[in-house]
């Protein structure tokens, strides 16, 4: 996602929204409806209380579509996997900087692997804590519910924490994206905007919208557009 513009909305539905029994097409309905990145949600059972889905299942999707597979690693120890992810298709990586391990040297790996980087926290960590890690990354993710399931609603009291990450990231001087995650949708897109994200991860707002999933991109995208 290195490649990818800073300075406009970036639309990245969360295919655990998405109809499981047919997620190929779904993805396929996503890319068409005008997605800019597909959201890959990946939980472990131990990291957060569900299961979602392995490497096998991004393999099997990864053909459906050119679009940047954003992959979010709701891992214990995200280390064990890399390497399978990153074989399975991923374009980017996310890791929590709750998880174990040597957070340094898996974006290395990451980076190694040609894909790009990314840092998130669960709502309840300080912004401060991503501080070691501003000049590894290539994007910020703020979660704007507990992270671990699909359909939560939107966090508000998280706004302040987008904003105070978005001075932080400006203070670096670096290119870096800012995402926000959970509960994401027309309500409420124009606030996280304001607040400095410009990459929008929706589920639910998006797979499961009732007209469908390009009403539901077509809806955000209005939605985002700053005022
Ligand atoms: C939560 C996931 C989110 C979630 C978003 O752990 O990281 O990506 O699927 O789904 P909605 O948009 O339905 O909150
Ligand atoms: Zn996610």
Do not use: W
């Amino acid at each position: 996602m290195r490649h990818l513009p800073t300075d406009r909305v970036l639309l990245a539905p969360s295919i655990l929204a998405a109809d499981f029994c047919h997620l190929g097409d779904s993805i396929a309905a996503a890319a068409s409806g005008g997605a800019d990145i597909i959201h890959v949600d990946i939980m472990d059972g131990h990291f957060v209380p569900n299961l979602s889905m392995g490497p096998a299942i991004v393999q099997a999707v990864r053909p459906v579509t050119s679009l940047p597979f954003d992959v979010h690693l709701m891992l214990s120890e995200p280390g064990r996997y890399l390497a399978a992810f990153i074989d399975a298709g991923a374009d980017h990586i996310t890791l929590h900087v709750e998880s174990e391990g040597n957070l340094a040297e898996l974006f290395d790996q990451i980076r190694s692997a040609g894909c790009s980087t990314g840092i998130t926290l669960r709502p309840g960590t300080p912004a401060i804590s991503l501080a070691p890690y501003l000049s590894l990354v290539d994007l910020v993710l703020v979660m704007t519910v507990e992270p671990g399931f699909g359909g939560q609603s939107f966090m508000a009291a998280q706004l302040s924490k987008v904003s105070e990450i978005k001075a932080m990231i400006d203070a670096t001087g670096r290119t870096i994206h800012l995402e926000v995650d959970g509960g994401i949708g027309p309500g409420n897109a124009a606030q996280v905007v304001a607040a400095g994200a410009n990459v929008l991860v929706a589920g639910s707002s998006v797979f499961q919208a009732a007209g469908g999933v390009a009403a539901g991109i077509a809806a955000l995208r209005a939605a985002a557009q700053p005022q």
